[in-house]
Each structure stands twice: as structure tokens, then as C-alpha cells.
């Protein structure tokens, strides 16, 4: 009996890693948040120790990052990367990665049935599956997703309920915060407090384990990154001195105090915020899980800067908490017949939501189709000299796109139409539709926004035309117009799955 039932339990891990992985292929590209580890992955698996080839030396963004999560899932793929082309191992080295965060999931998830039961566990898997943002995100290169990674383990030890589990749970997150994302530092508070006011861990027990822990993950970090980066550094002490004593990350836009809870939250959880705002009410056990990731929103609203992907660590959480409320109300006979229903309405309304952004997401990286549509209709033999636009080089064109050594890729920035005209490059992958010395070969559309509609469907995507291939003429200059090609991810061959599957 244990062995069938183990294997239906692992069933529900398996449909997540589906749902990943179908979100890897209708959406394979990337954007710009992601393109530090992205890059590091290529060049990792491309140029290995020449590191003078790594794209971070070029540009190194923002503030510096750690490299330590894209080796991990570089070394991982390099035994399946041999003999692939690039585009290929781009889906590879983000299923690696959505592996990794499904693997972390199924540890929850085994956890939550093992201390609260079969239900709680199977509700969470359903609540998770049918939402948007964590199987979207699930294999991004985002430090925010390596992060997501260890602390969803943490999690898992903290539901266990021991003493050990309670320093494990402190040391996981020790390490996240100082390898991957500082502002953990945010979440290990509540975790703490909560832990000692039940009494599994001792005060400077707890502190010692947790400082030692965040000494190891800067010493790893530092040994490694300073290497790489090739000055000493400690990454995430940049990260932290960036956001919070020069408040730099206010540059890129900032929102109200409350937007996670009325914004973000509602968005990323779909079916299962009411059922978390429930536990508070109704699931004893779930409150802790609901006051944790309350109060690490809660503190992390004081920033002014303000991404969902900040607050991903309070997702699993959240969805925990959700599913042992509806384990919960299924326990009373006379309601569950009425409870089920609502679960099914919840999770359906979740699905219907999640299929509306996967359809916007998928028509959201015109750069990275614009990419690999020149590469598709110029012939290979032929050196060319691409320039790669702002445009384009943040909505999904990376290092795994440039296929043709023969070619010459340049992502020089802040160059205007004059100086296009007379840099003399070949094509041009352009947010600019017109261009002198240039004719347009295609445009490629791009999601603007969602519209409501009387008509069926009710819910549509309005595209517009957003990046412009161009390819040097004689002189005269020809404008993109509804005369050209239209290229979108809904068309361009690069979605055709028999064609991913064989490159």
C-alpha cells in the first residue's frame, strides 16, 4: 500500500514540474532582471575559464551579483549541454533551474502532508499548479528565485516542529540572505521571534548558529565572486549598502506603502488569498504561517521600491496556510459538500487567470523573436553585423540567441538614429522603425495591454508593432509598415515545440 501512494504523492509534483516546464516552452526568453545569472549560465557553459569573454565585464549592471546560483545550475546542464545550439540549451540550463524550485516545493510539500496531512498537502500542490507567478517564475534566472529556492526548504523545516529543524530553518535562510538576497534578513526576524516565543530555539544559541551561518555564505560568496568579478567584493553587502543606505533602488519607480497587500498579493495568490486571510480566523496551526510572511511584507513595505518578485519567499507560505484552511472546513460534514465547491470555484477562477497572464507573458519578449527570426531567414554563411537595441536587449534577447559565430553582435547603448545610420552595421534589431540608409525587413508585436471585450473571448491582448528588424540598402530608406512582415510569438517558428524539440 505505502508504495502506491507514494507514487500518487509524487504525481502532484510531477503536474508542477509540467506546469514549469510548459511555461519554459511557451515562453522561453527572457527579460532584463534575469540577464546577470542568464548570461553567467552561457558563458559558464560557453567560455568557461576565459573570463575575459563573460558579459559581466561589459556590462555589469546595476550593482554586482552573485554567481554562485548560475554555476550551480551550469554545472548541472553541462553533462545534456554537449552538442546542443544555443536557443536549446537556453530551455535546458531554465529546466534545470525550474527543477530546482520544484524539488524545493516537493520537500514542503512532504513536510506539510507529513505534520498536517494528505489533504493540506494535495490542496497545496492544486494551489499552487493553477496559480501564475510561482510556476512562471519557478525557472528564472533571478537571484530572487535561487533565493526562493533555500528559503522554501527553510520553510519546510520550520513546519517540522523540532528543535533541530528550528536551526536548520535559521541556517538555510542565513545562507540565502548572504549568498543570494539580503533582504532575507527581513524574514529571518519573524521566523526568529516566532521560534522563540515557542520555545525551540534558545536565544544565543539561535544567534550564534545564524551568524555563523551568514559568515560561511559571505566567506563562500567572497571567495568565489571576487574571482569572477575580479576585485574583492561581497555582493549582497553592495545589494544592501545600494538599497537601503543610498535608497538607489528608488530610481526605478517606487509605490505605495500598502501595494503588496493590495496589489502584488492578491495578483500572485489568485484562488488562495481569501483562504489565507481565513486561516487567521479558522486554522490555528496555519496562523504562525500567516503571521510570518504578514510581517516580512509588512517590513519590506517600508522600502520604497516595490517588485512582486521581492515578496516570493511569503508565497509558499501563504498557499500553505490556505490549504490547511480548506482541510480544515472539509472536517465539518455539513459544510463540506458546499466547501468543495468553492475550492473547485476558487481554483478554476485561479486557472482561468493564470491561462489570461500566461497569454500576455507570451507575447511579451518581441526582442528575443526578433532575435531568432533574423537568425531564421538569413543564411548562415553570410557575416553580418547585428546591433541589438535597448528595447530589444531587455524583452528577451541574451547570449544563448547569438547563434552564428560568423556574426558580429554589438548591444551598444545609448546610440540615436543619426548614429546608427553611421555606424554601418548590417541589421539592426531596433525599437527605431525608421532608420536612414536602412529598409525594414519585419516588425515584431509586442503585448501592450489586456482588453475587455463584448464579443468572445471577453478578455483580449491588444499587440502592437514594438521591435523592428532592419537591414542596410542602397541608401534609400524604407519605413516599417503594415506592408512588412509581422512577426509575433504566436507565429514565428521558434514556438513550433516539434522544432525545439529537434534543435
Known amino acids: 500500500m505505502a508504495k502506491p501512494r507514494v507514487v500518487s504523492e509524487l504525481l502532484w509534483d510531477g503536474l508542477l514540474w509540467l506546469v514549469m516546464a510548459g511555461h519554459v516552452f511557451l515562453s522561453p526568453f527572457t527579460k532584463v532582471e534575469e540577464s546577470f545569472n542568464l548570461q553567467a549560465c552561457h558563458d559558464s557553459l560557453l567560455h568557461g575559464r576565459n573570463i575575459q569573454q563573460w558579459d559581466h565585464l561589459q556590462f555589469p549592471g546595476a550593482v554586482p551579483r552573485s ?134 530555539v534558545q536565544f544565543l544559541k539561535a544567534a550564534v548558529v545564524t551568524a555563523l551561518a551568514a559568515l560561511a555564505g559571505a566567506l563562500l560568496s567572497i571567495s568565489v565572486d571576487s574571482v569572477l568579478w575580479q576585485r574583492w567584493l561581497w555582493p549582497e553587502f553592495e545589494v544592501l549598502w545600494f538599497n537601503t543606505a543610498e535608497n538607489k533602488s528608488s530610481e526605478w519607480g517606487t509605490e505605495p506603502f ?45 522600502l520604497p521600491h516595490k517588485e512582486l518578485r521581492f515578496i516570493f519567499p511569503a508565497l509558499p507560505l501563504l498557499n500553505a496556510a490556505a490549504a490547511s484552511t480548506a482541510a480544515r472546513v472539509c472536517r465539518f460534514k455539513w459544510l463540506k459538500p458546499l466547501w468543495q465547491l468553492a475550492i473547485a470555484g476558487l481554483c478554476s477562477g485561479s486557472f482561468l487567470g493564470t491561462c489570461v497572464m500566461s497569454w500576455a507573458s507570451f507575447g511579451n519578449y518581441p526582442g528575443g523573436v526578433a532575435m531568432a527570426g533574423l537568425h531564421s531567414i538569413e543564411k548562415a554563411s553570410a557575416p553580418l553585423s547585428i546591433h541589438i537595441g535597448n528595447l530589444a536587449a531587455i524583452s528577451g534577447v541574451s547570449r544563448f540567441l547569438e547563434e552564428r559565430p560568423n556574426w558580429q553582435y554589438s548591444k551598444e ?41 463584448k464579443a468572445w473571448p471577453p478578455i483580449t ?32 517558428p521558434e514556438y513550433q515545440t516539434l522544432q525545439l524539440l529537434s534543435a
Open 461 to 492: 491582448a491588444k499587440r502592437r508593432p514594438q521591435i523592428f528588424v532592419l537591414a542596410k540598402s542602397d541608401g534609400t530608406t524604407i519605413k516599417c509598415d503594415e506592408h512588412f512582415q509581422r512577426w509575433s510569438a504566436a507565429t514565428h
Open 67 to 200: 554567481f554562485l546560483g548560475a554555476l550551480v545550475a551550469s554545472w548541472i546542464a553541462f553533462p545534456i549541454s554537449v552538442g546542443l545550439s544555443n536557443p536549446a540549451l537556453l530551455r535546458v540550463v531554465r529546466l534545470v533551474v525550474g527543477s530546482l524550485s520544484v524539488l524545493a516545493h516537493a520537500r514542503f510539500r512532504a513536510v506539510l502532508t507529513a505534520e498536517w496531512g494528505v489533504t493540506v498537502g494535495r490542496v497545496f500542490a492544486l494551489l499552487t499548479i493553477t496559480q501564475f507567478h510561482l510556476p512562471f517564475y519557478m525557472s528564472r534566472t533571478l537571484p530572487n528565485v535561487f533565493a526562493l529556492q533555500i528559503a522554501t526548504l527553510a520553510h519546510a523545516e520550520f513546519v517540522k516542529g523540532t528543535e533541530r529543524s528550528a536551526y536548520t530553518c535559521l541556517v538555510l535562510l542565513s545562507l540565502a540572505a548572504a549568498i543570494f538576497r539580503c533582504d532575507l534578513l527581513v524574514l529571518i526576524a519573524p521566523v526568529g521571534l516566532l521560534l522563540l516565543w515557542q520555545r525551540r
Open 258 to 302: 500598502l501595494w503588496y497587500f493590495y496589489s502584488a498579493l492578491p495578483r500572485a495568490l489568485l484562488g488562495s488569498f481569501p483562504l489565507a486571510a481565513l486561516a487567521v480566523l479558522v486554522e490555528p496551526r496555519a496562523r504562525m504561517l500567516v503571521w510570518v510572511a504578514g510581517a516580512f511584507i509588512l517590513l519590506y513595505s517600508f
Open 413 to 453: 547603448e545609448g546610440l540615436s538614429v543619426e548614429a546608427l545610420s553611421n555606424a554601418g552595421f548590417d541589421r539592426l534589431i531596433s525599437e527605431y522603425p525608421e532608420v536612414p540608409g536602412y529598409h525594414c525587413i519585419a516588425q515584431v508585436d509586442g503585448f501592450e495591454r489586456l482588453l475587455l471585450s
